[in-house]
């Protein structure tokens, strides 16, 4: 989110996924969701972008949706970093098998965010103490022991999972 605000969009809007929404037929959630609750004028996606119940949507489906409905569909091209797709299947994979560094040149940078806790004491008791964080993310890396840059004084840091 705070990438989006730092390129000037203006709103975000993030929809639970919930078992209503996974029901929705492509159609519906095009005329539910992008027109009749969001009245989108554009809709910008990937080229292998799936959508709708048992993901029947595709962006042939959503471009013809689009022009039933009066808005445009912008296909954008994968990225490719040092010859490779980035793609969230790679990003989650990364994350997942802890090559955070990896993760992160693919994305531009990693962060993440949480409540700061107490942790065991592992830390200070064998190098220095670490920060803990209880964090929201679904995702978490693999357990380790990270060099991070603490947002709170723009130091280094060491965080462990």
Not at 85 to 113: F, K, N, P, Q, Y
Not at 131 to 148: F, I, K, R, W
Request: proline letters at 4%.
């Amino acid at each position: 989110m705070e990438w989006f605000n730092a390129l000037g969009l203006e709103a975000v809007v993030v929809l639970p996924f919930t078992l209503d929404l996974a029901r929705l037929s492509p159609n519906e959630f095009v005329e539910q969701i992008l027109v009749r609750d969001l009245h989108v004028k554009a809709v910008l996606v990937g080229e292998n972008f799936r959508f709708g119940h048992k993901q029947a949507g595709d962006v042939k489906l959503l471009s013809e949706l689009g022009s039933k409905h009066g808005f445009d569909v912008v296909i954008i091209p994968p990225v490719v970093y040092r010859g490779e797709v980035v793609s969230s299947t790679i990003i989650r994979r990364e994350v997942a098998e802890g090559d955070v560094s990896h993760a992160a040149r693919l994305l531009g940078g990693l962060c993440s965010h949480g409540e700061i806790v107490s942790g065991t004491g592992t830390g200070r008791k064998f190098t220095f103490p670490t920060l803990n964080l209880a964090v929201e993310q679904e995702l978490l890396p693999a357990l380790g022991v990270y060099v991070t840059r603490a947002c709170l004084k723009e130091r280094l840091a060491v965080t462990a999972r």
